[in-house]
């Protein structure tokens, strides 16, 4: 079974600078997974960052950066705010048209 | 305005049926891909199933094949997901989304996400 993994939880102080990852059980995640990244605040729904590894979606702050770093996708928030405090999912595209998530970050801004 | 909008979620017993609605507004809905995305209380993102623009491609997560149906009306903009069979498990927020062509890597992406229609199957 394929797992997608994230780190439950990080922390970031205003201002700085965080990388969350996106790793994959079977093997290195590249860009021919697709990796994307969603922000959810709690009770809401999600909203799109990054599509196709480094895409922003319409509307996205440049603070706002997606990569892939050594085996993993990556989304970078540089000049962190208070308000970037959210849960962050990264979904990547297993091919047969089938998509898996990870479980999550959950992001605190302190 | 692109809008998404869930509906038809509630509270079934185990072993029943329950059919999901997402109505369509603000775009071409017959142009885009769809995909269902679940939530359980307290916990990440799930991909459920995703339906090409006609209506004729689709995939499944592995825990939900046989038992889910996803299927649109492009003339009613409205995308369904008909859940069968259902269990304590499938207790979850459904999210219908909509997914957009990015030419540069011929590949379908979500793009705007619905509200949400809350499913709790309980005895």
């Known amino acids: 079974q394929t797992v997608v993994t994230q780190e439950p939880s990080f922390s970031v102080s205003p201002g700085g600078t965080v990388t969350l990852t996106c790793g994959l059980s079977?093997?290195?995640?590249?860009?021919?997974?697709?990796p994307s990244w969603y922000q959810q605040t709690p009770g809401q729904a999600p909203r799109t960052l990054i599509y196709?590894?480094?895409t922003r979606s319409s509307g996205v702050p440049d603070r706002f950066s997606g990569s892939i770093l050594g085996n993993k996708a990556a989304l970078t928030i540089t000049g962190a705010q208070a308000d970037d405090e959210s849960d962050y999912h990264c979904?990547?595209?297993?091919?047969?048209?089938?998509?898996?998530f990870g479980g999550g970050t959950k992001l605190t801004v302190l | 305005e692109v809008q998404l909008a869930e509906s038809g979620g509630g509270l079934v017993q185990p072993g029943t049926s329950l059919r999901l609605s997402c109505a369509a507004s603000?775009?071409?809905?017959?142009?885009?891909?769809m995909h269902w995305v679940r939530q359980a209380p307290g916990k990440g993102l799930v991909w459920v199933s995703r339906l090409n623009s006609d209506g004729i491609n689709t995939a499944y997560a592995d825990s939900v094949k046989g038992r889910f149906i996803i299927s649109r009306d492009n003339a009613k903009n409205t995308l369904y997901l008909q859940m069968n069979s259902l269990r304590a498990e499938d207790t979850a927020v459904y999210y219908c989304a909509r997914a957009s062509y990015d030419y540069t890597d011929n590949y379908h992406y979500i793009d705007v996400w619905g509200k949400g229609t809350t499913v709790t199957v309980s005895s």
């Open positions: 196709s590894t480094n």
């Open positions: 603000g775009f071409t809905f017959s142009n885009y891909w």
């Open positions: 979904v990547l595209y297993m091919g047969s048209g089938i998509w898996v």
């Open positions: 079977s093997g290195p995640v590249s860009s021919n997974y697709y």
